[in-house]
């Protein structure tokens, strides 16, 4: 039987977004979170963190979601992955944040760490399938409801 999920998702790429982006970005991240990142954090990562990049799943030239990631010397720092809400259950997410493995491990990380909400259970089951393990909490972590964040680290 053919995996519907492949059929829905045959012409993917990645792009690695540039100032023209940050409206998009924006705009990806306000469809999914109450109290999104602001366009001026995606213009100072951009334009001024030399360690920063944010990478955009496209299904057929549509952006369906991105990554970011800070890489610095030989660890690997995942700031966000979204994807839009349409696009999610076709695998997107897990191929995206496989490609942002690779592209960490080619820039010469050794490690990937990520914060994730503890209610967030589909974000942690993504990254337990990826590898992830469980590292410690950090109490209060979100401003918006004080919310405690779980630490997950792989080896890349
Ligand atoms: C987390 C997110 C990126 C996953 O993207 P997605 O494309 O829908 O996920 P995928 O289709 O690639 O699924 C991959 C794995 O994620 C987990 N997952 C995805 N949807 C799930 C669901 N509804 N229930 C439970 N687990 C789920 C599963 O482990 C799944 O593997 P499986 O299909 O073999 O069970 C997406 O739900 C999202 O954008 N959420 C809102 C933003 C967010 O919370 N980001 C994380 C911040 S730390």
């Known amino acids: ?6 059929e829905l998702t045959k012409n993917i790429s990645f792009r ?3 100032m023209d982006d940050i409206h998009n970005l924006h705009y990806i991240e306000s469809r999914s979170f109450s109290a999104p990142w602001p366009e001026e ?3 100072n990562d951009i334009a ?4 920063a990049s944010y990478v955009f799943i496209e299904v057929d030239d549509v952006q369906a979601g991105y990554c970011g990631v800070w890489i610095i010397l030989d660890e690997a720092h995942i700031t966000n ?3 839009l809400p349409e696009f999610r ?6 191929k995206l944040l496989c490609k942002m493995m690779c592209l960490a491990k080619d820039a010469g990380a050794k490690t990937m760490t990520l914060e994730v909400r503890v209610s967030n ?3 942690k089951s993504l990254y337990k399938k990826l590898g992830f393990q469980e590292g410690g909490i950090r109490r209060g972590y979100y401003s918006d409801n004080k919310e405690d ?3 997950m680290w792989v080896n890349l």
């Open 121 to 123: 259970h589909i974000a």
């Open 1 to 6: 039987m053919i995996d519907r999920s492949m």
């Open 16 to 18: 690695l977004a540039t």
């Open 81 to 83: 992955i979204v994807i």
């Open 149 to 151: 964040a779980l630490v």
């Open 41 to 43: 954090a995606f213009y």
């Open 89 to 94: 259950g076709r695998k997107l997410g897990e």
């Open 48 to 51: 001024h963190n030399r360690f």
